[in-house]
C-alpha cells in the first residue's frame, strides 16, 4: 500500500491499559534521503526500526524527520530515535512548534489540569510506580533539537519534491505536507479518518476548531489523491469532494 514513489504509510500499535492506540507516521525515500513523519509514542524506537525494515529500507538510511507537531504521540521517540542512528538526522518543524518540541515551552495540552484528569482516568488497581512513572512521564515529555525552521509555501527539495503547507488549528503551529510525485498529504492531525470516512482534527484535542476548518480549507486547493491521517490512516474515495463537504460543514 503506498509503496509506489517510495511512500510508506507505516502503523504503530501503542498498548495501554488493554487499550490498543493506533497511528500511522510516513516514510517517504528516494536513492539520497530517507524522511519519517513524525515519530510515534515514548518506546516505540524499535516498532518503528521494524516498520522500516519490513518497507525494505535500512534504518540506518533515516536521515530527516518532520514533526507535524509538538503534540507528545508524535515526538515521543524522537529523542532515542537521534540518540540509536549512527547517521546525522535532521529534524525540520515549524517556526511556532520549535520551543515545544525542544523543550523550551510547556506543551500546550499538558496543563496541571490534564495531568490531573489523566491521572484520576487511571483505574485504581494501577500500582502507584505506575502512577507515579505515567505523572513522571507527562510532566517532562521528550525534546529534542529542531535544525531546521519550515513554513507554508516552501517546496523541499527531496524524494520528488515535497511542499510544506501551513495547517494551524490542531495547535498553533501544525504542518501537513504534500509529496508531489504520488499526489499524497500527509496531514498529521489537521484531518482524521473514522470508520474509513474523513473527518476534520477532532475537537476535543483541537486548540482552536476555525482555524482548523480554515487550514482544510487551503488543503482543498492541492490534487490530493490520497491523504494519510495519523489517526485513522489511509483516504482515497474521492478526496476533493469530501474536503468541500468538510469545509460546507
Known amino acids: 500500500m503506498l509503496e509506489k ?10 498498548n495501554s491499559m488493554g487499550e490498543a492506540n493506533v497511528i ?11 524522511i519519517l513523519v513524525d515519530t510515534g509514542f515514548p518506546g516505540q524506537l524499535n516498532d518503528i526500526r521494524e516498520c522500516i525494515e519490513k518497507a525494505g529500507v535500512s534504518f540506518e538510511k533515516l536521515n530527516k524527520i518532520f514533526i507535524t507537531h509538538q503534540d507528545i504521540d508524535h515526538i515521543g521517540s524522537l529523542p532515542i530515535i537521534l540518540d540509536e542512528s549512527q547517521n546525522k538526522i535532521d529534524v525540520y518543524a515549524s517556526a511556532i512548534e520549535k520551543p515545544f518540541i525542544q523543550g523550551e515551552k510547556m506543551i500546550l495540552k499538558i ?4 495531568i490531573s484528569k489523566a491521572l484520576e482516568s487511571l ?13 513522571f512521564r507527562l510532566e517532562n515529555p521528550p525534546k529534542a533539537k529542531v535544525d531546521h525552521v519550515i ?11 515535497i511542499i510544506v503547507i501551513d495547517t494551524p ?11 508531489k510525485a504520488s499526489k499524497t498529504l500527509i496531514a498529521g492531525d489537521a484531518l482524521i479518518v473514522k470508520n ?7 475537537p476535543k484535542y483541537t486548540l482552536d476548531i476555525e482555524k482548523s476548518i480554515k487550514s482544510i480549507e487551503l488543503l482543498s486547493t492541492f490534487e490530493i489523491e490520497k491523504i494519510i491521517c495519523y489517526h485513522g490512516g489511509l483516504f ?3 478526496v476533493h469532494e469530501r474536503l468541500l463537504e468538510i469545509i460546507k460543514h
Open 111 to 114: 496543563t496541571p489540569e490534564a
Open 5 to 14: 514513489n517510495n511512500i510508506k504509510m507505516l502503523e504503530l500499535t501503542m
Open 123 to 135: 483505574p485504581p488497581e494501577i500500582p502507584e510506580d505506575f502512577r507515579n512513572a505515567f505523572k
Open 169 to 179: 488549528g490542531h495547535t498553533p503551529g501544525h504542518l501537513s505536507f504534500y509529496h
Open 236 to 238: 482515497d474515495d474521492n
Open 196 to 202: 474509513r470516512k474523513l473527518y476534520p482534527s477532532d
Open 24 to 34: 500511522y507516521p510516513t516514510l517517504i525515500w528516494d536513492e539520497e534521503n530517507m
Open 151 to 161: 513554513s507554508g509555501g516552501e517546496e523541499l527539495p527531496f524524494c520528488g519534491g
